[in-house]
């Protein structure tokens, strides 16, 4: 039989757009929980310490096809601190802003900090951790740590000038001390109740956030309580990069 008689071999047909999205929609659904148990063991030893070998292990995959969602052990790690910051602005940013701005806002972001910390006291908390690992590495992966805690940092910094705009803070008030001594609170806990087993500490922590809206509030403000309506569903649409 000539070439030119055997019969023709017979074409894939196209995926359908429902086969290509239902294909993407399993690949993220990997990737999701690849990083989700990335975050775990990065909670546990520690962005260093996490290797796509390990992961593969966890996970019960092959290393090829771990690395084929991320191209790099850089990549991962970056990726896990963005999950990280995702779920700290769910806890901590996004139910603050169902109070009013101003002192009953920044009580509660410092509240949630605190119920987030109290947590991660088991944990870990990935800020602290990897600010130990890459304070001196200078790179993507020091680059993508830093501006998560920058940008939190500066709406915890942008509710103290909302609080001294409402006139809950005293006219001299220094927002960037008091931000400051906010943040420093957070540290000293993690570090006396983690690392020193201190105990008491977070109720030393809920002292001092008292005795900082003691010296820097004004005699006209309004109570920092945050035990009013239980805080709704966040949107997702404002960010702790945007101004609220």
């Known amino acids: 039989m000539a070439i030119t008689e055997l019969p023709a071999k017979a074409s894939r047909a196209p995926a359908t757009g429902s086969a290509v999205a239902k294909s993407q929609q399993k690949g993220q659904q990997t990737k999701a929980a690849i990083v989700d148990a990335a975050l775990g063991l990065a909670t546990q030893i520690g962005l260093e ?69 109290s947590l991660e006291i088991d944990s870990g908390c990935l800020y602290i951790s990897g600010a130990v690992e890459f304070d001196d590495r200078p790179g993507p992966v020091r680059d993508a740590l830093a501006g998560s805690v920058r940008t939190w940092l500066a709406a915890m910094y942008r509710a103290v000038v909302q609080a001294k705009e409402a006139g809950h803070l005293r006219p001299d008030a220094d927002e960037h001390q008091m931000a400051f001594e906010i943040h420093g609170l957070i540290l000293a806990l993690h ?54």
Do not use: C
């Open 191 to 244: 570090y006396e109740a983690r690392f020193l087993k201190t105990p008491g500490s977070m109720d030393r922590a809920h002292t001092g956030f008292a005795n900082i809206l003691a010296r820097y509030g004004s005699d006209a403000a309004a109570p920092a309580s945050t035990s009013s309506a239980s805080p709704k569903k966040a949107s997702g649409k404002a960010s702790a990069s945007k101004p609220v």
């Open 49 to 117: 310490g996490l290797s796509i070998g390990a992961l593969a292990e966890v996970m019960r995959m092959s290393k090829s096809g771990v690395f084929a969602h991320f191209g790099s052990r850089e990549e991962l790690q970056i990726s896990v601190i963005r999950e990280y910051h995702v779920r700290f602005e769910e806890e901590v940013f996004f139910p603050a802003l169902q109070q009013p701005r101003g002192l009953p806002r920044l009580a509660a972001l410092f509240h949630n900090w605190m119920k987030r910390t």
